[in-house]
Every structure is written in C-alpha cells, then in structure tokens.
C-alpha cells in the first residue's frame, strides 16, 4: 500500500471532472470552458444552470424551455412546509434547510433512478424548490406564513421577493443573480466532495445534496459570508476596522473572509466581482462606510497576513445590502450551489467509483481485553 499521506487531501486530485476547474496560475475560474466572471458580466444564473447540466449556454428557446420548466415545478409539497414549522424555533437555518431538502425525498417519485435523463429532471425539481425552502425556513422559525413564488419574475427576483417580500429592483435584482452566479459552481470544494462521496455509493441526488448542505453551514466553508457579517457589524464604524481585526489576530483567531485552500496566496477572482458590485450599491444605500471598512480590513490583512479576501467577504455586506436575514446568507450560498452539486452528482453517477481511502494508523496495537 501507498504511504502516501496528505492531510486535508491538500493538492490531491479526487476525481476526473469535465464541469470546472481552478486555473490559480491564470487566475481564471473554467466553467465548462468559459470563464465564470466573463460569464458573471454577461449571461444569467439560468444560462449557467443550463451550462452545468448540459455543457453548453442555452439558446433563446431552451433558455424559455429551461424557464418554464422550474415554474412548473416551483411549489414546496405542503407536508414539507408544515414538517419546517415544527422544528424548534432556534434551529440554525442551514438545519432547517437540510431537513426541507431531506424531506423532498418522500416526495420523490424517481428517487432511486440515477439514469442521467432522472438526475436532470430531480435537479431542475431542487432547482425550483430550494430556494422556496431557503426563503420559508426564515419564515417557519419567525412564525410567518410561507410566501408563493411569483411567476411573472424572473428566477433570481422572485427568490429576493419569497425572502424579503418585495420584489426587488432591475439593479437589486442583478446583483443578486451575479451573487448566485459566483456562488454556483467551484471546483471540489468540502460540500462538493461530500456530495460526490455520498453519490458513490449509488444514493440519491437529494442524499447527496443534503449531505453538501450539512458541510456548507461549518464556518470554514460556506458558514464563513454570515460571520464576515457579524464582524462588520461588530466593528460598526470605520475606524473600528482595523483595531478588531488586530485584536483577533494576536489572540490567534481567524479573521472571516480571508483565506482559502486552493487561492492560498492568489486573490479569489469572486471576491472581486462583488467588491465592485459593493461599491455603487454601498452609496445608492447610504451606507458607504460599509464598503470603506471592507477596504481597511482587506489592507490590514493583505499588510499583516499577506491573505486576500474570498467571495465571502465581499457577498456578505452585498447581501446585507439587499435586505437579506443575515441568517439566510450561507442557505443562499447552498441555494446557488445546488446546480453545481447536482452537476456533479450526475457526473459522478455517469462515472461512478466508490470512494473508500485508507488510513496512516496511529494507534495501539497487540491489546487484548
Ligand atoms: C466560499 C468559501 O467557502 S471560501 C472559505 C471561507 N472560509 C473562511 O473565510 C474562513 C477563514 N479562512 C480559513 O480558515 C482558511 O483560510 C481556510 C480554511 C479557508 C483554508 O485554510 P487551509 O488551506 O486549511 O490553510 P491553513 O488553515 O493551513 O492556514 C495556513 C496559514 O494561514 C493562516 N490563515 C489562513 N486563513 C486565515 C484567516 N482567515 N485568518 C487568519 N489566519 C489565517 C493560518 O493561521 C495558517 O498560518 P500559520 O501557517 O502561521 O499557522
Ligand atoms: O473552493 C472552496 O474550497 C470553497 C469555495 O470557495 C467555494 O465553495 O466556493
């Protein structure tokens, strides 16, 4: 046997993919060929879904087809809404969320088809009802009515409007959609990885979605945009910014937002999307200084760690922004990256070999009882 042994698999190549992959060197996110912030600019989060199941952008008709499609299976089975409204009412959202998505599986009438023709049809149902159950989840815990999704908006206003109850202006809605666009797809991230090892053993697309929805909320991963959150609102004013993030770094904690596996020391091509969404949308709010302490926490860490900030970060404040419950940021993450899990899980179930590794023992041996 190999005595190959890399903790946290750092480096290692877990699977042959054809979906996306991180070109650090090139500082380019490759998503089935295009570049995602290239795609960010000038498509929508319905292009990409129909990218990531297919491998190509859509033309007008499938793009409709595509549209149509998640309408008519927008629409949360009511035994799901009621299931959400008995859970006790401090459950943490992402909790909430893995039930609801757990739950769809009763539902599911091709539960246990992994045929890909089935695996598309179970992610375009996901695709309509997880951002019904990301909204409701708020909702159920605050004791509220559920609120129908709306037809005659697009995919990303009407998820704005189920959770907010307004719908959402042009621009509001835009940066939203680029939001879910950043978010949808990364690679072999944690959450994805886990859903491809669930999806190995031959379970179900929803097992393997609510098994990624169980490692997104950790707040290395997914969990990270609602704490950059807290912080910014822990500082609360500019000068505050750089006195925090010091403090936390000489009583050896990690500052939110910065960081990241693969990047390392590269800056996340994402982050800078919403930093230049922040902006305008800071000023049109009246809350500049959100975005100036976003500046000074970038310095400080690039000056004291040499660490660029991640798509969390800056989709934090973006989100706050918006009028999102900061309690729903990391289910939105979830929301947007159920297209890139369930791309995955089909091409894991296309492909499929069992995951199992082995262990570098470091226990007792030779004990008897
Ligand atoms: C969308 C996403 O999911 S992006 C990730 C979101 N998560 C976060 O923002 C959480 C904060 N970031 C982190 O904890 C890390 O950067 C991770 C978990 C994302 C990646 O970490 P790893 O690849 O495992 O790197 P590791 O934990 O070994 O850190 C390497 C060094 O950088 C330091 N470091 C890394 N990130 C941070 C941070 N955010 N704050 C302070 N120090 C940090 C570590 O302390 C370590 O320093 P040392 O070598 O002096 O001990
Ligand atoms: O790639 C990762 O490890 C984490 C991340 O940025 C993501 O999932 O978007």
Known sequence: MSELYYPGLENVIASETRISFLDVDNEEIVLRGYDL???AHKVTYLDIVFLLLNGNLPNEEQYKGLEQDLKREAGLPKETIQLLRLLPKNTHLMDVLRTGISALAGEETEIDDRSWAANY????????????????????VNNQDPIEPRQDLSYSANFMYMITGQVPTETEAKIFDQS??????????NSTFTARVIASTQADIIGALTGAVASLKGTLHGGANEAVMHMLLEAGAVDKMEPLILGKLSRKERIMGFGHRVYMKKPDPRALLMKEALQPLAT????????????IGEEVMYREKGLHPNLDYYAAPVYYLLGIPIDLFTP????ARTIGVCAHVIEQHENNRLFRPRVLYSGPRNLHP
Do not use: T, W
């Open 37 to 39: 912030i290239e795609l």
């Open 180 to 189: 879910l666009i950043v978010y949808s797809e990364h690679e072999m991230p």
């Open 284 to 295: 049109a709010k009246g809350q500049e200084h959100l975005y100036q302490m976003c500046l």
């Open 121 to 140: 049809r179970k992610s375009i149902r996901l695709l309509a009802k997880v951002p019904q159950i990301v909204a409701d989840s708020f909702r159920a």
């Open 332 to 335: 939105v993450f979830l929301a």
